[in-house]
């Protein structure tokens, strides 16, 4: 009797473990917006669902490190649903950075005023069956920090500032 349960076990785990699954992958950070105390930088997840019908998402985890410091980290809870049959799904992933964390990190700003950084996300839907399965995502770049003449006229190439 214990042969044979062990046999529909891994039966079940095979098919489980070769069942489509969703897929997802993460933009790049870029900047968002500025307040009075902090910056907001954002990635988009972009998720592709192989099943007729919605899966819904329990939360989204994530971690924003930069000069190798964590500088924001935080979950959204129930960001929706991931739509069905192909569709991609993009979801906003936003983070907060005070600007006491960012006077921290001027040594690697140096002359081009960009911030090196690595965003971990993990987003956990709910499968039938299976239950909760967490996608880890990671992506890591450098994302240029604006300046004052970015918001008070615009922002000039080096040519058209040299022509004027």
Do not use: Q
């Not at 002359?111 to 690595?118: A, G, V």
């Amino acid at each position: 009797m214990a042969g044979l349960m062990d046999k529909a076990k891994g039966f079940v785990a095979d098919k489980i473990a070769h069942m489509p699954k969703p897929e997802a992958s993460l933009d790049k950070v870029s900047f968002k917006n500025m307040t009075r105390d902090s910056i907001t930088v954002h990635s988009n997840v972009n998720v592709t669902n192989p099943y007729s019908h919605r899966i819904p998402i329990c939360d989204i985890t994530f971690s924003l490190k930069c000069g190798g410091k964590e500088v924001a980290s935080g979950t959204i809870p129930d960001p929706g649903w991931i739509e069905d049959s192909g569709e991609v799904t993009k979801l906003e992933v936003p983070a907060k950075v005070p600007y006491n964390v960012l006077i921290t990190l001027m040594k690697d700003l140096g002359r081009d005023w960009d911030i090196d950084y690595e965003l971990h996300v993990g987003l956990t839907i709910d499968l039938p069956v299976i239950g909760n399965f967490t996608i880890p995502l990671d992506t890591a770049g450098e994302f240029k920090l604006p300046t004052i003449g970015d918001f008070f006229g615009g922002s000039k190439t080096e040519e058209e500032a040299a022509t004027t």
